[in-house]
C-alpha cells in the first residue's frame, strides 16, 4: 500500500515477485496509477509508466531491492507487466507524433526517455509487456552508466500477428526467444454463421460500416487476423488516425512515381505531388498497398515483413536508399507528410530482431537466430 501526497487515502500495488522455477525469478509490475479528483473520486490513468515513474517512486526503490537481492541469491531475473517499460515503434514515435498525432497509435503510452532511464537505473535488464498487441523489440541504454533494458513486446493471441513467446536460458545472463505463431485454432468459424446474418442485416438496411464478409473465408487462424487487420485498416485506422491528403496521395501513386518523385529537388518534388492530387476528382476506394505494408510491419514486426512479397520489399529498399529528404518545403505540405511517412516505415522496416533470437546481457548484444 502507499500513499499520493495531497491525499490520506491508501492505494494497492499489486507488483510481486515469485519463483515458479529453481534459479528463476519472475517479478511483476503493477504499471496502474489512480490519481484523486476534485470530486473526491479516484482516476486511473491507463496510459502505463510515465506517470507510474512520478507516482509511484516507492516501486523503482522496491525493485531495486530486488534486484540486489536476486544477485545476491544468484537468480535470474525477468521483469513482466501490463504496459512497456521502453519505446516500441523502433524509435519512429516522435516522428509519428508528428505526423498522425500524440493521442493516435496508442503514442500516449510509449514510455519517455526519462521514465526508461529511471525503470533501466533499478537494474532491471529484461522485461516483457503487453497490452499494446503488437510484436516488437525495443532497448534503451543510458550512454553515461550503460544501464541497458531490453522491452520485448508479446503479441496478442487475438489479433495480428496472434503468436505467443518463449524464453529459454542459454548461458549465464544468455537467453533465447522464440515467438510461435498461432496459426491454426480449432472451431475458429463457430460463430461465422451469426456474423454471416449480421452482414445480410447491415447490407439490407444499409447501414454504414458495412464490413467485407470474404474473411469469413478466411483459410485459417493466421490468415483470419490478417484480414480481420486488413479490415481495420480501411474502415477505423484510416478515418481515424490519417491525414486526407496523405491517403489520397498514396492512393494514386504507383511503385515508379514514388521512386522518381524520392529523387527530385523539394521544388520540383512539391509541384509533382500538387499535380497528383486534383479536388475536382473523385476519391479513390480501398486501401493503399504501402498502407497495409506499415500496418504488417507496425503491429508484427518480422512476422509481418515475412507476409510482404519479395517484389515489395525490394521496391521499399530502393526507396529507402534513395535517401527521401524529410525536409521537404514547409511543415504539413504533401512532401513533408509523405517523406515523414516514409522514415516511419523505414525505422520500421529495420528494426530490432522480434521473431527468434538471442540476448547476451553480459556482452549487451541482441542476435537474430534461424
Known amino acids: 500500500m502507499y500513499s499520493i501526497d495531497g491525499s490520506e487515502g491508501l492505494l494497492p500495488d499489486a507488483s510481486y515477485v515469485v519463483e515458479p522455477t529453481e534459479g528463476i525469478w519472475l517479478l511483476a509490475l503493477d504499471g496502474n496509477v489512480y490519481t484523486p479528483s476534485e470530486n473526491g473520486n479516484w482516476n486511473g490513468s491507463s496510459i502505463g509508466f510515465n506517470q507510474a515513474s512520478i507516482y509511484k517512486k516507492h516501486q523503482l526503490d522496491w525493485i531495486q531491492k530486488v534486484v540486489a537481492e536476486a544477485k545476491k541469491r544468484h537468480k535470474t531475473l525477468i521483469s513482466f507487466s501490463h504496459y512497456p517499460l521502453v519505446e516500441f515503434h523502433d524509435g519512429a514515435s516522435e516522428e509519428m507524433k508528428s505526423l498522425f498525432g500524440q493521442e493516435k497509435f496508442q503514442l500516449a503510452r510509449v514510455p519517455s526517455t526519462e521514465t526508461s532511464k529511471q525503470y533501466a537505473a533499478t537494474g532491471l535488464q529484461l522485461h516483457f509487456a503487453g497490452h499494446m498487441h503488437i510484436n516488437d523489440t525495443g532497448i534503451y ?10 522491452n520485448i513486446q508479446v503479441p496478442s493471441l487475438a489479433a495480428f500477428p496472434a503468436a505467443y513467446k518463449t524464453i529459454q536460458k542459454t548461458g549465464q545472463n544468455q537467453f533465447e526467444i522464440q515467438t510461435i505463431p498461432l496459426n491454426e485454432v480449432d472451431h475458429m468459424n463457430e460463430f461465422f454463421d451469426l456474423y454471416r446474418m449480421e452482414h445480410r442485416w447491415l447490407l439490407e438496411n444499409q447501414r454504414p460500416g458495412i464490413w467485407d464478409s470474404t474473411i469469413l473465408a478466411s483459410k485459417d487462424y493466421a490468415a483470419y487476423t490478417k484480414n480481420h487487420l486488413k479490415e481495420l485498416t480501411k474502415s477505423r485506422f484510416i478515418p481515424s488516425d490519417w491525414p486526407k491528403s496523405l491517403v489520397a496521395l498514396l492512393q494514386t501513386m504507383n511503385e515508379e512515381e514514388l521512386l522518381n518523385w524520392s529523387k527530385m529537388d523539394p521544388k520540383e518534388g512539391a509541384l509533382f505531388l500538387s499535380k497528383k492530387i486534383s479536388p475536382t476528382e473523385h476519391p479513390l476506394s480501398g486501401t ?15 512476422l509481418g515483413r515475412n507476409l510482404i512479397p519479395s517484389d515489395r520489399i525490394t521496391f521499399y529498399q530502393s526507396l529507402f536508399s534513395a535517401q527521401v529528404d524529410t525536409k521537404h518545403t514547409e511543415e504539413k505540405s504533401l512532401s513533408s507528410q509523405l517523406a515523414q511517412f516514409i522514415g516511419i516505415f523505414q525505422k520500421l522496416f529495420y528494426s530490432l530482431p522480434a521473431d527468434h533470437f538471442q540476448i547476451d546481457l553480459n556482452q549487451n548484444t541482441i542476435e537474430k537466430r534461424d
Open 288 to 302: 493503399p498497398q504501402m498502407i497495409e505494408d506499415f500496418y504488417l510491419l507496425k503491429n508484427g514486426d518480422e
Open 141 to 150: 541504454q543510458d550512454q553515461l552508466s550503460n544501464n541497458t533494458l531490453y
